[in-house]
Every structure is written in structure tokens, then in C-alpha cells.
């Protein structure tokens, strides 16, 4: 049994982790996956006897419908709500950390958007946590052979999309839709009209109206 406390535990995990580099591609994007993330503390988290599990605070699903660029008429499920991760010390189970976080997940099935938000919830929880490298090392500015993206990063017609209706949604007797749009923009600290975001911003964007940040 080990003498040390959940910090030093977690400390020591820390020590695992070196730079990620993108192994995964899909939906036109490289990520790191979830697997990688897993395989760099999972064995020390056996070693030190440290579980690490989800509470789920509340979950609600909503759809959202949209056109893509070739004129075809969708709709995705989303997930969102609020969650704890929560690492606790085998060894001595009252000793425990509950870090707050938020789950976000978009797909064309409930069960595929449930899946996805947890799975990347999970995944940069853990990149967060344990203070992965930022800025040029960051794993999300990274290919699996440790180059730089050269393609192209401009927002999706979903993205847009879903931004254009979150305006929407908060259009108000006080907010009309320029308004809020105008606001949103201030908010991001950009000029740029939406149609020119990168997919970024478009997320900030889409974090900012979910979070009632823009009236």
C-alpha cells in the first residue's frame, strides 16, 4: 500500500505524460485520441492504486437542423450538461478531488453524440488536468510525425450554422438578432463577420451563447 497522499498520487502520474501528438483522424481533422491519452498514466494508475470516474450532475439533449453546402437537410442530436470527474485514493477512499466540468456532444444519433461528448470530455479533462503542452507543443497544433497543420482551418457550414441559430434562440424583446450578434463579436475581441471564422471561433462562439455569455 502506498504511504502517499491523492495529491502526491496524482503528481506522480503527471510525471507520465510527455508531449501527445495527433494519432487519430476523423470528421477531416486529426486529434489525439483517447487511447494515447489513457496509455500514458493508466499503468501508473494501477501502480498507485488512483480511480478516476464521472458523476453525471444533469444531461440534456436538444436537436438541431441544419443544410449542408450541397443543399441537403439534416439533423443532429446534441448532448450538453453539467459533470464532476472525480479521482479518488484507493487506498483510503475518503481522500478524494471533484474537479467540475461540462459535457458537449454533436452527432446524428443520441447514443453516437452521448458516446462522443463523453469520450471527449474525457480526453481533454485529462489533457487539461495534468497540464499537457500548450502553445506550439499543444497536441492540437500537431500531426502524428510532429509537423504543423498546413490545411485548412475555416469553420464549417455546421458550425456556422449552429452559431446562426443560438443567435436565433436568443433573440429577446431587449437583444434583436443584430444586437447579440454585434455583442457576440465584441465579446470574441474579432471584426470578422462570421462567414470568415476560423473553426476555432466558431467554437468560442458557440461556448459563449451556450453559456448566456453574449446578451
Do not use: C
Not at 471584426?191 to 446578451?215: H, R, V, Y
Request: hydrophobic share 30%.
Amino acid at each position: 500500500m502506498s504511504e502517499l497522499n491523492l495529491h502526491q498520487k496524482l503528481v506522480e502520474i503527471r510525471k507520465e505524460i510527455g508531449v501527445f501528438t495527433k494519432d487519430t483522424k476523423g470528421h477531416g481533422y486529426s486529434y489525439v485520441s483517447g487511447s494515447q491519452v489513457l496509455e500514458k498514466i493508466q499503468s501508473k494508475m494501477n501502480e498507485l492504486n488512483v480511480l478516476l470516474y464521472p458523476e453525471m450532475n444533469g444531461i440534456a439533449d436538444d436537436t438541431f437542423d441544419y443544410t449542408t453546402s450541397k443543399g441537403q437537410a439534416k439533423t443532429d442530436f446534441v448532448i450538453k450538461g453539467d459533470m464532476v470527474y472525480v479521482w479518488q485514493n484507493a487506498d483510503k477512499p475518503e481522500d478524494r478531488i471533484e474537479v467540475p466540468w461540462k459535457l458537449y456532444g454533436q452527432q446524428d444519433d443520441i447514443s453516437k453524440a452521448y458516446g462522443s461528448a463523453l469520450t471527449y470530455s474525457e480526453r481533454y479533462f485529462l489533457l487539461k488536468f495534468f497540464n499537457a503542452p500548450t502553445d506550439d507543443d499543444d497536441p492540437d497544433s500537431r500531426d502524428t510525425k510532429g509537423k504543423y497543420s498546413q490545411g485548412s482551418n475555416k469553420a464549417s457550414d455546421k458550425q456556422l450554422n449552429y452559431v446562426n441559430s443560438l443567435l436565433k434562440k436568443s433573440v429577446n424583446e431587449k437583444h434583436d438578432y443584430d444586437s447579440l450578434y454585434k455583442h457576440l463579436k465584441q465579446t470574441m475581441q474579432t471584426n470578422q463577420d462570421m462567414e470568415n471564422w476560423t473553426s476555432q471561433q466558431a467554437s468560442q462562439a458557440i461556448k459563449i451563447l451556450q453559456g448566456g455569455n453574449s446578451q
